[in-house]
């Protein structure tokens, strides 16, 4: 049990364009899901706290406008990158929240690549 | 101020030696720590946790960490290293206040 999926595992796009990536909880609940950047060789980053039904909490740097996030419902948030760019090209990870933050599974992670 | 380090960037051991990352954390109070292990273009899995029980956790794949709480430390080991053992490692902490703090990961590598 606790699977993550995201979907597309990978992404390739033309600058100026939008992406959207799903992250799904398939077997359980989550109101509280995390997206995440990763850039090679380097650790996690916390772009913003997805709460279904309610607004995202994006952390500092990260602009709210670019990185559109969207929790529905309880299985699903969606992170749309909107006019990207080649800088925002990397991985992206999402997680879901089991119960407490103890219970944190975190999704396969999707390759961004915009050319 | 509240943070996580993990001393080795990169650590390189033989096939069939002992693994050992490192980490250590900077807090007032007992955190709830992680090991979650990467591989290659792939998301984290979770090898094990503390949250205030025993303070020798045994995790899945023959891995297993120590909390210490004089040494603030939280180090991964493995007595046996595999090949498959070879990907990067996030020691992660839970402090007060409900916020995650990911070290900055230790990419091991396992030679034949």
């Known amino acids: 049990g606790a699977v993550v999926s995201q979907h597309p595992s990978r992404v390739i796009c033309k600058s100026g364009t939008s992406v959207k990536i799903e992250c799904r909880s398939l077997?359980?609940?989550?109101?509280?899901m995390f997206w995440y950047r990763q850039f090679p060789k380097q650790s996690l980053m916390l772009m913003a706290t997805?709460?279904?039904?309610?607004?995202?909490?994006?952390e500092q740097g990260v602009e709210k406008d670019k990185f559109l996030i969207n929790h529905a419902s309880l299985t699903l948030s969606t992170l749309t990158v909107t006019s990207a760019h080649p800088e925002d090209s990397s991985f992206y990870i999402c997680?879901?929240?089991?119960?407490?933050?103890?219970?944190?599974?975190f999704g396969p992670g999707t390759r961004l690549t915009v050319t | 101020a509240q943070s996580v380090t993990q001393l080795d960037s990169h650590v390189s051991v033989s096939e069939g030696t002992p693994v050992l990352l490192r980490c250590n954390y900077s807090?007032?109070?007992?955190?709830?720590l992680f090991w979650y292990v990467q591989h290659p273009n792939k998301g984290l899995q979770l090898l094990l946790k503390?949250?205030?029980?025993?303070?020798l956790v045994k995790g899945i794949n023959g891995f297993e960490a120590e909390f210490k709480k004089s040494e603030t430390s939280f180090h991964l080991t493995k007595p046996s290293a595999h090949m498959s053992d070879a990907a990067e490692y996030f020691c992660?902490?839970?402090?007060?206040?409900?916020?995650?703090?990911f070290g900055t990961g230790t990419s091991l590598t396992v030679i034949p």
């Open positions: 997680s879901a929240i089991r119960g407490d933050l103890h219970e944190q599974y």
């Open positions: 077997d359980f609940q989550a109101t509280t």
């Open positions: 997805s709460n279904e039904g309610s607004k995202a909490t994006y």
């Open positions: 807090s007032s109070y007992s955190p709830s």
């Open positions: 503390y949250t205030s029980a025993a303070t």
């Open positions: 992660v902490v839970i402090f007060t206040g409900n916020q995650f703090y």
